[in-house]
């Protein structure tokens, strides 16, 4: 019995680790949704008179760069630790925001936005590896806490920035430079936070060492490899260490594209079908965000509890039923009913599912496996607004949340085969 009481222990909420990257966390979401929500979509139309095609492409570069350096940076993370990983990356989001207080063309905001999405790209790979070795072992650690509280860090900061955005820009004046200014305090605040993270947690050490027992690797143990050497060495090590259900990987995908589907109609939806004030949209975004936000911890320590099965399958059933059931309301407060239960299910989802992903990441190259994991998983949030206009377009304005609804109903059901081919697995090794 004691020895299933360890294996079910909590990480500690108030470890220095969980307080810092919820921290930087909180800012760097703060940051990114001040500029890409609030700020640069009005600036860079209004103020600088560039076409929404050029602010669509930009805000691509983002999501490019923060996607296609996820893995690299695990990968980084694994060689030089966490420390100076995210205080090089944090850095480069006080020169994005540098760069945009100056760009007066398409070109250098551009590339003020990829290198944004660039510091932005070790957050979640460096998070989630620090969260799954507190948690110990990678089969029966107790980490849906701590990704609910995470969780909760990144949508309060999401949120809050935004509406602090607007504030400062009703009671200020219009003064664009003075917002920028806010947003450039907050980058230099949160690369401060990122030096006080440790270097490396417990026993948890350079895989750019050779560590090989046999009579090639005697002869050098301690020798640091070159980078291509030490490349090759793990991407085998990720190839014979990995050992996910191939379902993994679309589910990882479709995971966020159910995500990416709502994100560019949800505001169209609301004031075209719904017909609702600015006022009354922010508080369908209070229903459903802060629902989210509030059940995001208790819904983690259930999941710490109970395990992340039932919680995934009536989070991606209760989530199909909504959005499907928000598709077609027309009335405000069935609307809010609707919006309410989806916040609700995606606080069942999120915690469960960051730490079903936990239970899959091998000991060897966390880093790296997890940087790959989120790699998948931001591609669907590539994918699903370009899937999401043609359908709005083309087909009509509920097809984004009804196919988000099929979506979730898929999810639910590659969940129900990993789980019984990992468990049938796990029966006859």
């Given at each position: 019995m004691s020895g299933k009481v360890a294996e079910r222990m909590h990480i500690n909420l108030a470890s220095p680790f969980i307080m810092e990257m919820w921290v930087i966390i909180f800012l760097v979401e703060f940051v990114k949704g001040s500029l890409l929500v609030a700020l640069l979509p009005v600036y860079m139309e209004n103020i600088l008179g560039l076409s929404v095609t050029v602010v669509g492409f930009s805000f691509a570069m983002q999501y490019l760069g923060d996607n296609l350096f996820r893995s690299p940076s695990g990968w980084v993370m694994e060689r030089i630790g966490y420390r100076w990983t995210m205080t090089g990356a944090l850095l480069l989001i006080l020169v994005a925001v540098g760069l945009i207080i100056y760009a007066k063309d398409a070109l250098w905001l551009s590339v003020a936005c990829l290198i944004l999405g660039i510091g932005t790209s070790p957050l979640w790979p460096c998070t989630m590896t620090g969260i799954t070795e507190l948690a110990g072992s990678t089969k029966s650690g107790s980490s849906g806490a701590a990704m609910g509280a995470v969780e909760m860090a990144s949508l309060a900061g999401t949120g809050i920035g935004p509406i602090t955005v607007n504030f400062l820009m009703d009671h200020g004046g219009q003064s664009y430079r003075a917002v920028f200014l806010v947003l450039m305090g907050c980058a230099a605040a949160v690369a401060a936070v990122a030096l006080l993270l440790p270097s490396?947690?417990?026993?948890?050490?350079?895989?750019?060492?050779?560590?090989?027992?046999?009579?090639?690797?005697?002869?050098?143990?301690?020798?640091?490899?070159?980078?291509?050497?030490?490349?090759?060495?793990?991407?085998?090590?990720v190839r014979t260490s990995l050992k996910v259900s191939r379902l993994l990987f679309p589910a990882l995908f479709l995971q966020a594209f159910a995500i990416g589907l709502m994100t560019p109609v949800v505001t169209l939806f609301a004031r075209s079908e719904l017909h609702v004030t600015p006022n009354q949209f922010s508080l369908l975004l209070i229903a459903g965000g802060g629902i989210t936000v509030l059940a995001l911890i208790p819904a983690g320590k259930l999941v710490d509890r109970i395990g992340t099965t039932i919680f995934l399958n009536i989070g991606f059933l209760l989530a199909a039923g909504s959005l499907a059931f928000f598709s077609q309301v027309r009335w405000l407060p069935l609307a809010f009913c609707a919006v309410a239960l989806v916040g609700i299910s995606y606080a069942l989802i999120l915690p469960a599912w960051n730490a079903f992903l936990a239970k899959q990441v091998p000991k060897g190259e966390r880093g790296t496996v997890w940087g790959l994991f989120l790699t998948l998983q931001g591609s669907g949030m590539v994918a699903g607004p370009v899937i999401s206009g043609k359908l709005w377009d083309s087909v009509g304005h509920s097809a984004p949340f009804l196919a988000s609804a099929f979506v979730m109903v898929l999810l639910f059901g590659l969940h129900l085969l990993i789980v019984h081919r990992t468990g049938r697995k796990t029966w006859t090794s």
């Open positions: 490396r947690i417990g026993s948890h050490a350079p895989h750019a060492v050779v560590r090989d027992r046999g009579e090639e690797g005697a002869a050098v143990v301690g020798r640091r490899m070159k980078p291509l050497e030490s490349l090759k060495r793990t991407w085998h090590q």
